[in-house]
């Protein structure tokens, strides 16, 4: 008979308890865990707003749609993991491509027109690292670093001449060959063309602090950020640029210059969430705003917040699975269109325009919800 130190039916009871913990902080780490239950039932929470509701668009090959990009006119464009759709405001398909990397991450860039040229992402555990494709489908360049690499790509300079950051390496965008880089990559958090001259800076939070830093390497703004915030900020360009930071029910909102633009205050009762796509539908950052946020991936949850330009929150709705997009939709003098990317489908949202703009600004004493 083995003893104890050299039975196998141990050895085997071991290594699935190992194999079982190892699993258990892949799951948490990946976001695992229940849905809290203010999240569990898809609703809408806050109805201040008129707003009409109805599924545009449904494709189940694009599986979670990361960026919605209007190309003018009544089109649009919607990229997926591994297709990318042209549809007219209507909804109606025109033609699809497929894309050579499975994206999990993407960013799209456009010309001077606004018309989507390159997409530029990565894939899941560095496979690829980073890539390159064209809008039509083909593949400019591909890096796999595997797990070593595993960071999201961020971009900065122009389209035609740029530079991808990744981990700690940089690639020429057209080609992607290794180069040196002035900006260093580290605690970057996304890119845009913040000062206007057609270049994108990326912003980078470092030591507490947010900082613009342009493609030379130069800070040319930065701003504290609270203690009190949670999570990532996220960069938005549509369509100009602003930044929004999470915090103790509240989402800061900061303009091009990292200037505090807006406190937007969301129900305490809801969880930390990372916001992951915004929009301004009316009046710049300063007007109507449209956010989505996440919470951890297991939970498959995602809540849409409209607030109105006086800082109120007019509509709240919480949705039964995970988006990932946002962008305006276009606009007329009774209604404001807003398009929201889910998996493999995407939602229309008209808002009455008045619910938006003729709310009337409170105090600072006044501003919140009333639970």
């Not at 303009?255 to 937007?264: H, I, Q, S, T, V």
């Amino acid at each position: 008979m083995p003893s104890a130190a050299h039975d196998p039916t141990r050895l085997r009871t071991s290594c699935v308890t190992v194999a079982f913990a190892a699993l258990s902080v892949i799951i948490s780490a990946c976001g695992g865990g229940s849905t809290p239950r203010v999240l569990s039932t898809p609703r809408v929470e806050v109805s201040g707003a008129e707003v009409l509701k109805h599924r545009l668009f449904r494709d189940d090959r694009l599986n979670l749609i990361k960026r919605i990009v209007n190309v003018g006119g009544d089109r649009f464009v919607v990229f997926g993991n591994q297709l990318a759709c042209t549809i007219r405001a209507s909804g109606a398909p025109e033609q699809c491509v497929d894309l050579p990397v499975d994206f999990w991450n993407l960013g799209v860039l456009t010309d001077a027109n606004g018309q989507p040229t390159t997409i530029i992402g990565n894939g899941g555990w560095g496979k690829p690292s980073a890539a390159s494709a064209s809008v039509q489908g083909a593949l400019k360049w591909r890096f796999d670093g595997d797990f070593q690499v595993m960071d999201t790509p961020v971009f900065v300079g122009t389209p035609e001449h740029g530079i991808v950051l990744v981990g700690n390496l940089a690639f020429d965008s057209q080609t992607g060959a290794r180069v040196p880089a002035n900006p260093c990559k580290c605690g970057a958090v996304g890119s845009a063309d913040f000062d206007g001259d057609g270049m994108r800076e990326i912003l980078q939070v470092v030591d507490g602090e947010m900082r613009i830093m342009n493609e030379s390497g130069n800070v040319v703004a930065k701003r504290a950020i609270d203690r009190g915030t949670a999570g990532t900020p996220l960069v938005s360009y549509d369509p100009e640029p602003f930044v929004i930071v999470a915090g103790n029910n509240e989402l800061s909102v900061y303009d091009r210059e990292l200037k505090p633009a807006r406190r937007l205050r969301t129900p305490d009762t809801m969880p930390s969430l990372q916001p992951v796509a915004a929009t301004v539908l009316d009046g710049g950052v300063s007007g109507a705003i449209a956010v989505l946020a996440t919470g951890r991936g297991g939970w498959h949850r995602s809540v849409l917040y409209i607030f109105a330009a006086s800082d109120q929150l007019v509509y709240m709705e919480i949705l039964g699975d995970d988006y990932g997009s946002i962008a305006s939709g276009g606009s007329d003098e009774r209604a404001i269109n807003l398009l929201v990317g889910g998996r493999g489908e995407i939602w229309s949202y008209q808002v009455a325009r008045e619910s938006v703009t003729n709310v009337r600004r409170h105090s600072n004493a006044e501003r919140g919800l009333r639970q």
